[in-house]
């Protein structure tokens, strides 16, 4: 029951802030969204902050579980596919809390608070950098990857293109269509793996290249 209320008051933050966004959110509103007493949110959140993040957790649990999963995708598939899916994931993540990120950053309390909470949990951005860098890593000692990469700078690299991508859109105004977006991405990728590819293939192309 206590767990049915955390997540009913989750799910209740996650509608208003859609729906009034984050300047007008209160606790109260909250507790009447949910139809709780307002008291029982500081059963379960320490804080407003500490609720906003599980909304923001919620939305992004998609692109979280990509990212858990990214060791038992090495060596699967084609290394460009696999970065195609995690960029999606990642970019539809960040469309969803790009709002919310707007607005903690035009609350300075609020924007510290969130930190506190991002560092004490580990789970900032910067860790989940550093699991895709793992990922590259692994591919790149199976030899789909050129050893004169960086794994930890393509890493964010790639995490920055899709998010700025993300911010960009919501900017405009524009709603995610998986089909654009994925296309869009696939020609960026396809850009930056021309660098990136081990030096064999690339011999193997122009050599190709050269008898036609």
Known sequence: MLNDNRQNIIKATNRLLQTHGLV?????????????????IYHH???KAE??????????????????NLPLEVGKRTLLENL?????????????????????????????RMQEIIEKREKGPQYAIKGLAVYLAAEQRLGRLSVAVDTPVLAKCLW?????????????????????????????????????????EQKKKTKFKKKK
């Open 24 to 40: 007008r959110l209160t606790t109260s509103k909250i507790a009447q969204e949910a139809k709780v007493a307002e008291g029982l």
């Open 45 to 47: 959140f320490k804080d």
């Open 84 to 112: 195609e899916n995690i960029l999606f994931a990642v970019y539809h993540a960040y469309h969803e809390i790009t709002p919310i990120i707007y607005s903690i950053f035009a609350d300075q309390h609020l924007h510290i």
């Open 160 to 200: 920055m293109l899709s998010t700025q991508l993300a911010m960009l859109e919501n900017l405009m105004g524009n709603k995610p269509d998986e089909k654009h977006v994925r296309n869009e991405i696939r020609s960026y990728l396809k850009n930056i793996v021309i660098g990136i590819e081990p030096q064999s």
């Open 51 to 68: 609720l906003i993040f599980e909304v923001v957790q919620n939305r992004v649990q998609e692109a979280k579980n990509l990212m858990q």
